[in-house]
T-cell receptor, first 113, second 111 residues
Framework: GESVGLHLPTLSVQEGDNSIINCAYS??????FIWYKQESGKGPQFIID?????DKRQGQRVTVLLNKTVKHLSLQIAATQPGDSAVYFCAENGVEGTYKYIFGTGTRLKVLA | KAGVTQTPRYLIKTRGQQVTLSCSPI?????VSWYQQTPGQGLQFLFEYFSETQRNKGNFPGRFSGRQFSNSRSEMNVSTLELGDSALYLCASSLAGVEQYFGPGTRLTVT
């Protein structure tokens, strides 16, 4: 997208395959995490969230995994479709109980037909 | 339900000027957060307002300010614009801070 970094890590997947996007978060005090999708020319779109008292949460075609031990989040997209092509960001709330979100640098997902 | 709206969508200003951006949250949402997005720095948190009070603040200079009105609409102001303020400014609304929904952004270009 026009507002997103030009040198983002890129994940290319075949249409129909599963995608896994990873994110290392920065603050062990964070207790709430969100995944966003940003398409070119648009604002980020909420995909799924997870609280630190969970290690897995599933949505429609998406699953978020949280590993607090290594401060790692992942977003799994099942049966990736061309419409999934976008930049994906993880965000953490930074400090327990607050909403001062810290965003990751983002990963560009390219779906190959 | 209407989404988050931001006005204007595009703006060109000159160094030294000031600018005011507007955000109308989703109906019923009381929290509004502002972010700056640039290719170099990514998405950075500016501030969050809840029920007309600034609840959280990011690490931006005092030239960046905001406010929220009783109907939850919010404005942010940048004074004495610098070239580095060129960015996409995003507003996000939520009921209380979690599950934020973003608007399309205002693209500010400072010349």
């Amino acid at each position: 997208g026009e507002s997103v970094g030009l040198h983002l890590p890129t994940l290319s997947v075949q249409e129909g395959d599963n995608s896994i996007i990873n994110c290392a978060y920065s603050n062990s005090a964070s207790d709430y995490f969100i995944w966003y999708k940003q398409e070119s020319g648009k604002g980020p779109q909420f995909i799924i969230d997870i609280r630190s008292n969970m290690d897995k949460r599933q949505g429609q075609r998406v699953t978020v995994l949280l590993n607090k031990t290594v401060k790692h989040l992942s977003l799994q997209i099942a049966a990736t479709q061309p419409g999934d092509s976008a930049v994906y960001f993880c965000a953490e709330n930074g400090v327990e109980g607050t909403y001062k979100y810290i965003f990751g640098t983002g990963t560009r997902l390219k779906v190959l037909a | 339900k209407a989404g988050v709206t931001q006005t204007p969508r595009y703006l060109i200003k000159t160094r030294g000027q000031q600018v005011t951006l507007s955000c109308s949250p989703i109906s019923g949402h009381r929290s509004v957060s502002w972010y700056q997005q640039t290719p170099g720095q990514g998405l950075q948190f500016l501030f969050e307002y809840f029920s007309e009070t600034q609840r959280n603040k990011g690490n931006f200079p005092g030239r960046f300010s905001g406010r929220q009105f009783s109907n939850s609409r919010s404005e942010m102001n940048v004074s004495t614009l610098e070239l580095g303020d060129s960015a996409l400014y995003l507003c996000a609304s939520s009921l209380a801070g979690v599950e934020q929904y973003f608007g399309p952004g205002t693209r500010l270009t400072v010349t």
